[in-house]
């Protein structure tokens, strides 16, 4: 039974940070992209950030450049989202998805949430100011 489970979301004060994990059971991340995406209230999903392990990539949108980091640990299976200086517009659900990984959509991966196969639950974080 393949599984995403996200979890570290919580309440922060502006200029705060946050660890959001994402840890897979059922399938390894060794031919997958792990994203992060996150979706405010009454906003579209929008994609944060991805992780290629097999391509060594990493990408971010442009308004969390700088701020986010996205990393893994292939021993737990589990891809973390560092998230520093948090600030109110960064507050949505965030959720964790992943997708066979595949070059020729590197342009895609932050763009289109219809290519991912599995979702985490997504958990709430939320900045105050």
């Known amino acids: 039974d393949v599984q995403l489970q996200a979890s570290g979301g919580g309440l922060v004060q502006a200029g705060g940070s946050l660890i959001l994990s994402c840890v897979a059971s059922?399938?390894?991340?060794?031919?997958?992209?792990v994203a992060w995406f996150r979706q405010a209230p009454g906003q579209e999903r929008e994609g944060v950030s991805y992780?290629?392990?097999?391509?060594?990539?990493?990408d971010y949108a442009d308004s969390v450049k700088g701020r986010f980091t996205i990393t893994n640990d292939n021993a737990r299976n589990t891809v973390y989202l560092h998230m520093n200086n948090l600030q109110p517009e960064d507050t949505a659900v965030y959720y964790c998805?992943?997708?066979?990984?595949?070059?020729?959509?590197?342009?895609?991966?932050?763009?289109?949430?219809?290519?991912?196969?599995?979702w985490g639950q997504g958990t709430q974080v939320t900045v105050s100011s």
């Open positions: 998805a992943a997708a066979p990984d595949d070059p020729n959509f590197s342009a895609w991966w932050l763009r289109l949430a219809t290519l991912y196969d599995y």
């Open positions: 059922g399938f390894t991340y060794d031919d997958y992209i």
């Open positions: 992780i290629s392990r097999k391509y060594y990539t990493t």
